[in-house]
């Protein structure tokens, strides 16, 4: 039985993530870690990643041998505070690969779209292309795709990870993301029946819902290495999404719902930036990748679900 420990556990993809892996490998056997408190439901701690010794310590603890390194400033987030995004996002992965080495764990790292720039092919990126990104954000990103491949190559680590898209989570508000639309706009349609969104129409990006999302990181952490070409990071993806395209489809349920634009800038350059397709067959050929949820049943699915969250606590207000 797998013993597993993952960090920025309150997080959006940890928030589903925890429960997921305690299915499948018993409560006890996942620590949920964060630098707040972890979710409730099974065994927690607090931790600060950025701190070597704690890191190792609660790895130890845990009798860890597959640590699920989620912790990370998001893109939006990072271009606010660029120093911070770097501080934290490449040094808690130092941390983790150093404990990953140190004590034998299998080490999953998330990556992302984010990680290639405006030099790319857009539609479709390929699996390997020109990774120039323009965001603090992507520059971390590249740089832990490159230092899991080193730490592979030169001390055996079995590292693995994924080039996620944007990911639309019911059970989390958004995080300081780029594609934070795409959660918002559930909310606000529900809410208020409108939402202004801060990318321009027709700005399309690779979008994925949270249970695909979820399942993928356990399916490459399973595959058999031997078939594995590129361990970091898999382009995977799943629909490709403009804000007018999901408004289109939040109407099949919410036919009033309306849509306005009040374009951030910022966010706008770095989507611009962004793939508006990931070519993900090199995941499909290897380890079987195939997404399950397309945009009606994403949309389907996260209506229903956010509105028996409202019944169950009318009294809260939706995030957003």
Avoid at 146 to 151: C, E, K, N, R, S
Avoid at 189 to 195: H, T
Avoid at 206 to 215: N, S
Avoid at 271 to 283: E, F, G, V
């Amino acid at each position: 039985m797998r013993r597993i420990l993952v960090t920025g556990a309150g997080g959006q993809i940890g928030t589903e993530l925890v429960p997921a892996l305690r299915r499948l490998h018993g409560e006890d056997a996942v620590l949920a870690t964060d630098l707040r408190e972890p979710p409730a439901g099974g065994p927690s701690a607090l931790l600060d990643c950025t701190d070597a010794a704690a890191f190792a310590d609660a790895v130890r603890r845990h009798r860890t041998d597959l640590v699920y390194h989620l912790a990370a400033v998001l893109s939006a987030k990072g271009e606010r505070e660029p120093l911070l995004a770097y501080r934290v996002n490449m040094g808690c992965l130092l941390n983790a690969l150093e404990v990953a080495r140190e004590h034998g764990c299998a080490l999953f790292f998330p990556s992302s779209i984010a990680a290639f720039g405006p030099d790319a092919p857009r539609d479709p990126t390929p699996q390997v292309a020109l990774q120039r990104p323009t965001s603090m954000y992507g520059i971390t990103k590249v740089a832990g795709e490159l230092l899991g491949d080193y730490y592979n190559r030169r001390w055996g680590v079995d590292v693995r990870g994924l080039r996620f898209p944007g990911l639309i989570s019911h059970s989390h508000p958004p995080g300081g993301g780029t594609t934070d639309y795409a959660v918002e706009i559930f909310h606000a349609a529900l809410a208020e029946g409108r939402y202004e969104c801060f990318l321009a129409e027709g700005t399309q990006l690779d979008m994925m819902y949270m249970p695909d999302a979820v399942r993928a990181a356990i399916e490459v952490m399973e595959a058999d290495g031997e078939v594995l070409r590129h361990r970091n990071a898999y382009n995977v993806t799943a629909v490709q999404v403009t804000p007018e395209r999901l408004a289109a489809a939040i109407r099949e349920h919410l036919p009033d719902f309306e849509i306005d634009y009040r374009v951030d800038p910022v966010r706008q350059a770095i989507a611009d930036s962004w793939p508006r397709r990931l070519d993900d067959s090199a995941a499909r050929e290897d380890w079987g990748w195939r997404p399950e949820y397309d945009l009606a049943a994403l949309t389907a699915d996260m209506i229903e679900r956010l509105t028996a969250a409202a019944v169950r606590a009318p009294s809260a207000a939706p995030a957003g």
